[in-house]
């Protein structure tokens, strides 16, 4: 029986991440994973293939819709080759997985594929092509997400899909109905709305978006609206059912009407779930609480003092990079150091285009929590960066506290704003004033001036170029 010092469950980013910070740091580390590559969801079925399918579809909605415009003219016809697109996309996903096979050789990890489960807290039987048993002073639970659906729908993963069938479709859907106004749902109906379909969307919110700030959600539905999406917010979904080719999705409105959407795919993106399946927690003394999380305290620890959990299958944010800091602050808690993480600076970010980024306490928060602040919103269209570009929608939105001045929140629709929020952490991390920004240079043109705005008009409502 091989032993290890660390032992961790899953190879999403949370889990190999993990690995190598253990591994790095001393400690003989092996990785299991039960499906054929690494990576999880994030990697194969999740960010990264997501990703791809954003870029394609972007440059091809510029080349029909943009193109002209800059002076590119293109004779004849152009064409979606979807195939081809689908093909690209998994070779992006290949080659990604494969480079964590390149760090687990390079970091010296030892690689098991097969669904561990816990024997006891110290010993786990992975079970694949033959079962195998490993000992294991640390384990790290990095089993990840599922997609999460209603218990009256059916998936049949032909029209009735989840995000995982969404990435790899054998045709563009004529009407492509998502139910679920949150992240994915709004990412992968770009994708789709970009090369032609007609896009419905269904949320159970007031407002799609629903988790980041008010004016956010509102900025982006003005936005999708302006790209044609047909978007429902107030629907409870009480059915979703298929006769042939045809889904037909009936919800209840507001105003306590019956209402039916009918469309040739349905996607249902209502969240995910933790996935603990298999573990056998039991056996190690593993506790889990009433949605199935691991119950862990501050430092990730399981009921198990030698058990970890990290990811989406604690609480908290179901985010890659949140996994990831949570991977390197166990591997250091086990090796004796005093890591940290602030919870409140892990930015989060929707992919559509323009982008949506925020990090930080909304303005409901603030309100809700009684904390008084000053807001500064610069719009892009006032950028000569995003006049160039021809990407002028949406805004920077900086909160700052009423009598420090410091910055509690940063919110941000516009393009780039996936890289621009970064900025935003940084300053907060280091607890700035949103006059400290203001006086920082920002390179001209770029996108990056209207960060500098908006802290401007938070610091003495005095922007520059409004």
Known sequence: MNSYDVAVIGSGPGGYVAAIRCAQLGMKTAIIEKYSTLGGTCLNVGCI???????????????????????????GEIKVNLEKMIARKQSVVDQTTGGINFLMDKNKIDVYHGLGSFKDATHITITGDETTEIEAKHTIIATGSKPANLPFIKLDKERVITSTEALKLKEIPKHFIVIGGGVIGLELGQVYKRLGAEVTVVEYADRILPTMDKGVSKEVNKILKKQKFKINPSHQVTAVERKGDEV???????????????????????????????????????????????????????????????????????????????GVFVAETIAGQKPHI????????????????????????????????????????????????????????ILADKTTDEILGVHIVGARAADLIAEAVIAMEYRASAEDISRMSHAHPTYTEAIKEAALAATEDRALHI
């Open 342 to 397: 602030n919870y409140n600076l892990i930015p989060g970010v929707v992919y559509t285009w323009p982008e949506v980024a925020a990090v930080g306490k909304t303005e409901e928060e603030l309100k809700a929590e009684g904390i008084a602040y000053k807001a500064g919103q610069f719009p892009m269209r006032a950028l000569g960066r995003s006049r160039a570009s021809m990407d002028i929608d949406g805004f920077v939105k």
């Open 248 to 326: 037909t999705v009936t919800a209840t409105n507001k105003k306590g009407e019956t209402v039916e959407f009918k469309g040739d795919y349905c996607l249902v993106c209502v969240g995910r779930q933790p996935y603990t399946n298999g573990l056998n927690t039991d056996a190690a003394n593993v506790k889990l609480d009433d949605r199935n999380r691991v119950e862990v305290n501050h430092n990730l620890q399981t009921s198990a003092p030698n058990i970890y959990a990290i990811g989406d299958v604690v609480k908290g944010a179901m985010l890659a990079h949140k996994a990831e800091e949570e």
């Open 49 to 75: 293939p997501s990703k791809a399918l954003l870029d394609s579809s972007h440059h091809y909605h510029d080349a029909i819709k943009h193109f002209e415009e800059h002076g590119i003219e293109i004779p």
